[in-house]
């Protein structure tokens, strides 16, 4: 695994990284001043063919930078980056990459944009002391991936206040979740349960996650509250499950392949799942139980003569609104 060493402070550090061998180095402009040192490790970076990223962080930006814009802003983050690359650019030293991060989502959004536009530089994007889950996964997420939807970005790191296996899966997660990266593990996805849910859409939800994690499987698979509309709203998902009269429409690309006890709806995901990855979604598609489409229209019409075509009482919730604006 290649190591990067993160240096602040102490050129001997990063000097020493170097003798040792290590694969990249991460310097921070505001806490490693001096000129002179920051080009002596650039040239002896430079003829031992080691990367560096020079690490801008608002929250320990140089002090004379920070006195000269009045605060950690975003141009402020772009210029102590821009005055350290010249200093590598004196010693002819080019393999860099540039992060520019603060804990503050909109600055931190806005100084990426302000990079991209002053350097050809590539980017390593992250929302810096982002805190713990869950409020830290969503500051991590919202900032990188508003730049990465952009076009800005090369390599990102989620810093959470969490096990660092956390931080890599969020990566690998967003990456998966943008397109940009091919699905390496499991997308479960569920509705958000409504008035027609027949299940607790949560449980199995999180019961479902659990066991098909465990698969470590490429595979997206849907749970759904009702039959009446969960396999038309999941038919993209590879395989889904969607709870009827106490009963579960096991489905394929919204396909229904098979009807299960209702207790037995994760255990049928879980069967499923693995049967998709040894023989493929054809051949599943093949093997499906011929009666179970027509056992599924038939509990979907069961029902809707039970609950009718509105089950979220829409004509009555609308009636009332309408009676408390006229009160009003
Ligand atoms: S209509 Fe059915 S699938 Fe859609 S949210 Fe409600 S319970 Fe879930």
């Known amino acids: 695994m290649p190591i990067v060493a993160d240096i602040h402070f102490h050129v001997e550090m990063a000097l020493a990284a170097l003798e040792a061998g290590v694969q990249g180095l991460r310097l921070n402009p505001g806490n490693l001043r001096k000129p002179e040192e920051i080009k002596l490790v650039a040239s002896e970076a430079r003829d031992r063919g080691v990367p560096i990223r020079i690490g801008v962080n ?8 920070y ?5 950690a802003t975003p141009e402020a983050l772009v210029e102590s980056a821009r005055l350290e690359l010249a200093y590598f650019d004196e010693v002819g030293f080019s393999d860099v990459k540039i992060s520019v991060k603060a804990s503050s989502v909109a600055t ?10 002053t350097f050809d530089h590539p ?4 929302v810096t002391e982002a805190g713990p889950l869950p409020g830290g996964l969503l500051k991590g997420t919202a900032g990188i991936a508003t730049l990465l939807a952009e076009g800005i970005g090369d390599t990102l790191r989620y810093s959470l206040t969490a096990d660092p296996v956390e931080e890599a899966k969020a990566g690998r997660q967003l990456l998966e979740a943008l397109g940009l990266r091919e699905r390496r593990g499991l997308d479960l996805i569920a509705c958000p349960s409504c008035g027609r849910a027949e299940v607790d ?10 066991a098909l994690s465990e698969l470590n499987l490429p595979i997206q698979v849907a749970v759904m509250g009702c039959v009446v509309n969960g396999p038309g709203e999941a038919r993209h998902a590879d395989l889904g499950i969607a709870a009827g009269k106490k009963r579960g429409h096991l489905f394929i690309q919204g396909q229904i392949v098979r ?11 879980v069967d499923e799942a693995k049967k998709i990855a040894a023989e493929g979604v054809a051949a599943r598609l093949a093997a499906r139980d011929l009666g179970a489409e027509a056992e599924a229209q038939a509990d979907r019409a069961l029902l809707l003569d039970d609950r009718g075509t509105d089950a979220n009482h829409t004509t009555e919730r609308i009636a009332r609104i309408r009676r408390r604006a006229e009160d009003e």
């Open 58 to 65: 608002a929250g320990s930006l140089h002090p004379d930078i």
């Open 67 to 71: 006195e000269r814009f009045g605060g």
């Open 108 to 117: 931190m959004i806005a100084a990426y944009r302000l990079a991209s536009e």
């Open 123 to 126: 980017l390593h994007l992250g």
């Open 201 to 210: 859409v949560i449980r199995v939800a999180t019961e479902a996650q659990a």
């Open 259 to 269: 009807v299960v006890p209702e207790d037995e709806m994760v255990a049928a995901l």
